[in-house]
């Protein structure tokens, strides 16, 4: 019978492998791209491919990442909660679901301007329970940082959303 650990080893490894294998599609699909669209997919690409095969035959054949110690245990700042152990941990999956689903869902609906600032406020005050003046003053520095590079120094076109399409409101 397989000890919980080597299948943990065996799941990390296969997880590092597929890793690797998308980063290696994505090189394969950029290749017939032009130049400069493709530049920053096979720079990312092959470094990512790269880095998830060496991880992967790290894992495999060493029994842990860079990171664990000689028991097997890891060391860093991220651990598993075991005191989360069954509806509390499918709660907190869902619940950071429904909040990738509300980004997206805001996104389409009133656009990236309003929906990114407005995200990191309604996170910050009701997922993490944080102060009116922390919540706000993050929001804005978020909101500052947005507009100031990607408007105006990338100049990124902003998706406007369908209800201010609808509405004919144009923000930009």
């Known amino acids: ?7 943990e080893r065996y799941l990390e490894s296969l997880f590092a492998l597929l890793l690797a294998v998308l980063f290696a599609g994505g090189v394969l ?6 130049w400069k669209t493709a530049l920053f997919p096979l720079v990312i690409g092959t470094g990512g491919c790269v880095s998830a095969a060496i991880l992967s035959l790290w894992i495999g054949l060493r029994g842990g990442g860079p990171g664990s110690s000689a028991e097997g245990a890891p060391q860093g700042d991220i651990f598993l909660d075991d005191s989360a152990r069954g509806w509390e941990g499918l709660k907190r999956t869902f619940g950071i679901c429904g909040w990738i689903v509300g980004i997206v869902a805001a996104t389409w609906l009133v656009g990236q301007p309003i929906a990114l600032p407005l995200f990191v406020f309604l996170y910050l005050k009701v997922g993490a329970h944080e102060s009116w003046m922390v919540s706000l003053g993050l929001t804005l520095a978020v909101t500052v940082f947005l ?8 100049h990124v076109s902003w998706y406007d959303g369908e209800l201010l399409r609808w509405l ?3 923000l930009w």
Request: cysteine-free; overall charge negative; proline content about 8%.
């Open 147 to 154: 507009i100031g590079v990607f408007d105006n120094v990338i």
């Open 29 to 34: 699909a950029a290749r017939s791209w032009p």
């Open 168 to 170: 004919d409101i144009e």
């Open 1 to 7: 019978m397989e000890r919980p650990k080597d299948r």
